[in-house]
């Protein structure tokens, strides 16, 4: 007979509970994951997320860890996600900005020049309305509110068993190994975890199509607007420093909207299906961490703005720890008493 799998009790069904969940069923273990909330999603901040899978554009801002990390994510969600739309990304600038484009031509790659023709090439509905963009190729997205429900489903085909409505002290020997997935949650143990604010629309406008996401260098306020079919769009880009939930400011909402009417105008009259806010966990250099606790837990955590980017490459290392003991040292953070 063979030696009894692994039990290991995931707590958190955000994005990083269930990919970690994920990639311990795939290596054998038995998976329980435990959710405060009485639903899937309920209070996940992946409900507000993008869904970009675009290592080589963040990395005109983010760490370097994020885009070797965030390159697995291009591998992994085709596979175990099948709606994942893979035709890259378009970054855009308006004429008067041409030095911001090239300056993020400059801290990135795996782009392609484009010129007004190229644009209206891969974006009919926007012919004429630029000179010149960037686009990456091998960058993709997904739909997170599609993701969450459909990753549940595969986890409990292969036996995962979900727990809901059950508030859960994670530092409870009686769970055993533990992965400790509960994003802001976790302040209550992580002292040096802080809440980035992100507030989003849903518009639809048919009269627009768009094939993938465009990134709108706009001057005042940076926008992205990630398609998800049938004429709507889910617009963002908001970052403020602040552990607040719920509340959607009108001067983001302005903001956002006067950025989308830059880059068409056929956005004045979308219609808007919904505004939503919420806070990202990120530690203070904004980069993932994997932090052993207990015996053999451990706590995954800071994903920040990137979590279906980084969450498949974080899920597999913390698998690695938790089943293994193998550490991975760009992650591993060995911080005593956290």
Same mark, same amino acid.
């Given at each position: ?7 290991? #009790? ?40 993008? &869904? ?19 390159? %697995? ?6 596979k175990v996600h ?5 035709? &890259?990304? $378009? @970054? ?29 090439? $891969? %974006? ?13 190729? /091998?960058?993709?997205?997904? /739909? ?10 595969? $986890? ?8 809901f409505g059950r508030? #859960? ?8 190994? @533990? ?7 976790? !302040? ?7 809440? @980035? ?42 970052? +403020? ?7 959607? #400011? ?13 880059? *068409? ?19 203070? /250099?904004?980069?993932?961490? +994997?932090?052993?606790? &207990?015996? !053999? ?8 703005? *990137?979590?279906? $980017? ?13 089943? *293994? ?13 956290q």
């Amino acid at each position: 007979m063979g030696r009894p799998a692994v039990q290991v #009790t995931v707590i958190g069904a955000g994005i990083a509970g269930l990919t970690t969940a994920w990639a311990l069923a795939e290596a054998g273990a038995e998976v329980r994951v435990m959710e405060r909330s009485a639903a899937l999603g309920a209070l996940a901040c992946s409900r507000y997320a993008g &869904g970009m899978l675009a290592p080589w554009c963040e990395a005109e801002s983010a760490d370097a860890l994020v885009v070797a990390l965030g390159q %697995e994510a291009l591998r992994y969600w085709p596979k175990v996600h099948a709606a994942t739309v893979q035709r &890259g990304s $378009l @970054v855009l600038a308006p004429g008067r900005d041409a030095p911001d484009l090239a300056r993020f031509a400059r801290r990135t790659e795996r782009f392609q020049t484009l010129d007004a023709d190229g644009i209206a090439a $891969l %974006e009919p509905d926007l012919a004429g309305r630029f000179r010149s963009g960037l686009f990456f190729p /091998d960058e993709a997205h997904l /739909d997170p509110r599609a993701v969450l429900p459909a990753l549940a489903d595969a $986890l409990t085909a292969r036996g995962v068993y979900f727990d809901f409505g059950r508030e #859960t002290d994670a530092d409870d020997p009686s769970l055993g190994i @533990v992965a400790d997935c509960r994003g802001l949650a976790a !302040q209550d143990r992580l002292a040096d975890l802080r809440g @980035v604010k992100g507030e989003m629309l849903i518009l639809r406008c048919p009269a627009l199509t768009l094939s993938r996401p465009i990134r709108l260098l706009h001057p005042r306020f940076p926008l992205y607007i990630v398609p998800r079919g049938d004429g709507v769009f889910m617009l963002g880009a908001t970052m +403020l420093e602040s552990g607040e939930r719920n509340r959607v #400011t009108a001067r983001s909402v302005v903001e956002l909207l006067n950025a989308a009417y830059a880059l *068409h105008p056929a956005f004045a009259e979308a219609e808007i299906l919904e505004m939503g806010a919420d806070a990202r966990p990120a530690f203070p /250099d904004n980069l993932p961490r +994997l932090r052993p606790f &207990g015996k !053999q837990s451990l706590r995954v955590n800071g994903l920040y703005r *990137h979590g279906f $980017l980084l969450s498949p490459a974080l899920a597999r290392r913390a698998a690695d720890y938790l089943l *293994h003991g193998t550490r991975s040292r760009e992650v591993m953070d060995e911080n005593p008493g956290q």
